[in-house]
Nanobody, 122 residues
Framework: QVQLVESGGRSVKPGDSLRLSCAAS????????AGWFRQAPGKDREFVSA????????FYEDSVKGRFTISRDNAKSTMYLQMNSLQPEDTAVYYC???????????????WGRGTQVTVSS
């Protein structure tokens, strides 16, 4: 198994950038596909982005495409989400996840972090 801890969330203004990190421990991180999900107040958990075990394949939800970039450094057992041009609609708790499948479905990810809060407001 793998343990995941997110960090980097904070309050920012519209148009700002933020980089989230997800540190993994336990089983070597390169064994897993991984991804980011988010949950805004009163909303269901939403897929944001996914990355394959090698980092060569990625996928983004339409609302973040072109603004967010997912990446991973398996040697450092860390995954990142670079978020640019942040908007109030991006406000949510962001969760990193890992699993055996490269997927955009939450149930396909076995391991989850506790989340990190991102707030975008004026």
């Amino acid at each position: 198994q793998v343990q995941l801890v997110e960090s980097g969330g904070r309050s920012v203004k519209p148009g700002d950038s933020l980089r989230l990190s997800c540190a993994a421990s336990g089983r070597p991180f390169n064994y897993y596909a991984a991804g980011w999900f988010r949950q805004a107040p009163g909303k269901d958990r939403e897929f944001v982005s996914a990355i394959s075990w090698s980092g060569k394949n990625t996928f983004y939800e339409d609302s973040v495409k072109g603004r967010f970039t997912i990446s991973r450094d398996n040697a450092k057992s860390t995954m990142y989400l670079q978020m640019n041009s942040l908007q109030p609609e991006d406000t949510a708790v962001y969760y990193c996840a890992a699993g055996s499948r490269y997927s955009q479905v939450a149930n396909d990810f076995e391991y989850w972090g506790r989340g990190t809060q991102v707030t975008v407001s004026s």
